[in-house]
């Protein structure tokens, strides 16, 4: 099965900060990438799919680019709001895998 | 609008049985993919399988495999997740999702405790 790697685990940054955060597919998975947000007792969230298109609501500080195993996730003025863990996975064919996540803080 | 809502939390003794839902409305159900995803307390999100409740179509993660049943009916718009025995380490939060290229509609979760 294709592995997804996520880096940092975890990171802290400051209000205004650009944050970028990392995944990587053992193999390569097209652009079949989505990332969601988890904010703190809260229900997952999909804030982009297709590596780069933004769902529906989402601002437009977050960002995401790549294809085939390197993928980014940018947000590019940390707002307090944005405090959350970002999981990436693949879906281009079962198993959907996760990544282990990221978990993102204000300094 | 576009929703799931899943069942009450639960509380059950190791190897009890458990069937969970969720039920889907403001969409065509047998459309859509419905994805369930585990998340262990204090852990990440685990894909556990997902099932096409138009023909009943189901794939499973390798690590659910065996593990759990999910299943569908889509005379009432719902999906299931169940266990025939549980097990301490089935303890967790379990959510489903919509599959509209990825999982753009979550459910609230449904928290299950298993403990003697």
Redesign the interface.
């Known amino acids: 099965?294709i592995q997804m790697t996520q880096s940092p685990s975890s990171l802290s940054a400051s209000v205004g900060d650009r944050v970028t955060i990392t995944c990587r597919a053992s193999q390569g998975i097209s652009n079949y990438l989505?990332w969601?947000q988890?904010k703190p007792g809260k229900?997952?969230?999909?804030l982009i799919?297709?590596a780069s298109t933004l769902?529906s609501g989402v601002p437009s500080r977050f960002s995401g680019s790549g294809s085939d195993t390197d993928f980014t996730l940018t947000i590019s003025s940390l707002q307090p709001e944005d405090v959350a863990?970002y999981?990436c996975?693949k879906?281009n064919s079962?198993?959907?895998?996760?990544?282990?996540?990221t978990k993102v803080e204000i300094k | 609008e576009v929703q799931l809502v899943q069942s009450g939390a639960e509380v059950k003794k190791p190897g009890e049985s458990l069937k969970i839902s969720c039920k889907g409305s403001g969409y065509t159900f047998t459309k859509y993919w419905i994805a369930w995803v585990r998340q262990m307390p204090g852990k990440g999100l685990e894909w556990m399988g997902i099932i096409y409740p138009g023909d009943s179509d189901t794939r499973y993660s390798p690590s659910f495999e065996g593990q759990v049943t999910i299943s569908a009916d889509k005379s009432i718009s719902t999906a299931y997740l169940q266990w025939s025995s549980l097990k301490a380490s089935d303890t967790a939060m379990y959510y489903c999702a919509r599959l509209g290229g990825a999982m753009d509609v979550w459910g609230q979760g449904t928290t299950v405790t298993v403990s003697s």
């Open positions: 099965d989505a969601y988890q229900v997952p969230n999909l799919y297709a769902q863990t999981y996975q879906y079962a198993p959907w895998t996760f990544g282990q996540g």
